[in-house]
């Protein structure tokens, strides 16, 4: 392929491992919150339902264990942190921030802290060149996966595509554990940056590593969904079908979505719109509960099926003020000019290059193409 991948944990067998770890976590922890480890070991466990298997509902189970840590009397720092994780997988970053300020106050280990702040930054798009020194620190001082995995998506963020693709690569060769969840996350991460991120993708490439993150976590859904896109594109019909079949009972919405895309393609439109339906019934039903943290998604939903532009401009204003990214950026502008408001498309795209004009993304965003048509 393009460089040996490591063995892990059969992936089945994990996700099995995972389950019990989950509800044992859960069996503990209803009954004191005193053991210590406990909810960060949860929070981690509910992290990769939300991350490989699309279970959303956990995004409701951990909102109800901050509430209830929050409300506890004797709250020690560790709650604060735990809580301000949960924050910001949410995408409620002031009030992640806010949280991390207690943990602080608390006396928590500042390199239990700095993490959660530096992903919060990065998510957000602020401070970026002071998170890109302490990223490259925090690599080469300590290593692992967790420093470099993160650091090569702010590389690709920054349009360092090839920095991004070697430092995937180097955390692949440097991992020194057997489960797959980890791997898979990385090679999933490869396929993005290959298939979508560079100005010019390699389909072939993306695919490679969207299988080689299937292969170490066989329901992993978002990988799926990727794969699918890119059979569908090319009218590889039957292996979308076969992608999807799998992950047909997950409730994530861009499945319906994908599998909306495919029924067209075989001429099947009445499954197609109904497909379609479950997909914007699915995305109401998400963005009822979390908005933010399913804006940006949501957004990408109904410009590319042409459904509810007021809608989306509406998501991707309420998204770029949340986390003022470049992508953020690129959203709302699309989002303005599919709504009509041409006065606002050209503030977003002002705004876009005061914030990120020096980086070397931008070369390679839509307002730069849209220069060159002109």
Known sequence: MFTQVPFATDGELARLNHESMLKRCWSVLNASFDRTGIIEALIDEEQKRIQFLGDYAALGRLSMLSEKMLSTDGLVGNHYLAAAQISSAMHHFPKSLELLSMAERCGVDPELITPVRLSIDQATGRNLSAVLNERIGRAKQLGGIQN????????????????????????????DDLSPFALAWVCFQLGVLHGETVPEPDLDEAAGWYEAAIAYVPHYVHARVHLSEIYIERHLLDQAAATLDPIIDTEDPEVFWRYSQLKERLNNQAESEIFLLKAKSRFRDLLSQHELGFADHAVEFYLGTNQESDRAF???NKNLLNRPTLAAYEAAYAAALVASTHDRAQAIAEESFAMWGSIPAYQHTVFISEQGDE
Do not use: N
């Open 314 to 316: 509406e998501l991707a």
């Open 148 to 175: 470099l995995v993160p650091l090569a998506a702010l590389f690709a963020d920054l349009g360092e595509y090839d920095k991004a693709h070697l430092t995937y690569l180097k955390a692949i060769r440097e991992y």
